[in-house]
């Protein structure tokens, strides 16, 4: 996949972006259900990408920007309660909601960058897969430090690269 830039995202890079943070997501939960001993139940937080809403064709991906918006919303909320929730596990940190949380910049036109589902500038958008793919991957390092996990950064990590110069 390519870099996703703030002055134009290519749709196919965004989607195959998307599709990876939930994969990801998804997979990495299975797996903590298992490395907790079932302390921690990943089942419930699963996260999907309206497939019926992408259209996809040989030059990539259309994504409007209320699926786009959906998607992310959906993601962002089910990875702050998975936080909550890795704090009450027999995993060894207890930090995870202080210090791993997304910020949340959806509907709330106080901040500088806003996601809305009828309309977000790129350079937001970007800011915020940034913000999402440092967070994850600081995530799937603080699991590897456990020692009931390994290999998170191996299998989880997101390797896209987002550009958010003049974001």
Do not use: P
Request: charged share 15%.
């Amino acid at each position: 996949m390519g870099t996703i830039y703030s002055g134009g995202i290519n749709q196919g890079d965004l989607y195959t972006m998307l599709k990876a943070f939930m994969d990801n997501f998804n997979d990495m939960c299975t797996d903590l259900t298992t490395d907790t001993n079932g302390t921690f139940t990943g089942t419930s937080y699963d996260v999907t990408l309206n497939m019926n809403d992408i259209v996809v064709d040989a030059t990539g991906a259309g994504l409007g920007q209320d699926v786009i918006y959906a998607f992310l919303k959906d993601f962002i909320d089910k990875h702050n309660t998975l936080m909550t929730a890795l704090d009450s596990t027999n995993l060894t940190a207890t930090n995870y909601a202080a210090t791993l949380a997304i910020t949340d910049n959806f509907d709330d036109d106080t901040q500088d960058r806003e996601i809305v589902s009828d309309g977000m500038f790129q350079g937001d958008l970007v800011y915020t897969l940034n913000h999402i793919i440092t967070q994850w991957n600081l995530l799937q390092t603080q699991l590897d430090a456990d020692a009931l996990c390994a290999g998170y950064v191996t299998a989880y990590g997101i390797s896209d690269t987002v550009d958010t110069s003049g974001a």
